[in-house]
């Protein structure tokens, strides 16, 4: 697994990559789906890669945080 925290505006996000084996199933089988939930105060988004998950997490709101996962999602297709 690969894990990254960032900052931006004052607000730290939380980045995991992780074998696809190794995670949670809360994913969908698409490829370009997003799944956005929130838990205990933070709000996660994930997305499948070919060869694994991305999960973002951080105190923002929902679109904000989606907001991010969309872009990383779209920069690993480039």
Same mark, same amino acid.
């Given at each position: &697994? @690969?894990?990254?925290? =960032?900052e !931006? #505006?004052? $607000?730290?996000?939380s980045? %995991?990559?992780? +074998?696809?084996e #190794? @995670?949670l199933?809360a #994913?969908?089988?698409? *490829?370009? @789906?997003?799944?956005?939930?929130k838990e205990?105060? =933070?709000?996660? @988004?994930? &997305?499948k890669? $070919?060869?694994?998950?991305? &999960?973002v997490?951080?105190?923002?709101s929902?679109? *904000? #945080? %989606?907001n991010? +996962? !969309?872009? =990383?999602?779209?920069?690993?297709? +480039?």
């Amino acid at each position: &697994f @690969s894990h990254y925290v =960032l900052e !931006r #505006n004052g $607000k730290i996000i939380s980045v %995991l990559k992780t +074998a696809s084996e #190794n @995670s949670l199933t809360a #994913n969908t089988d698409e *490829e370009d @789906s997003i799944v956005c939930k929130k838990e205990k105060g =933070l709000q996660m @988004s994930s &997305f499948k890669l $070919k060869e694994g998950l991305v &999960f973002v997490i951080s105190d923002m709101s929902e679109s *904000e #945080n %989606l907001n991010i +996962a !969309r872009q =990383l999602s779209d920069s690993s297709k +480039a």
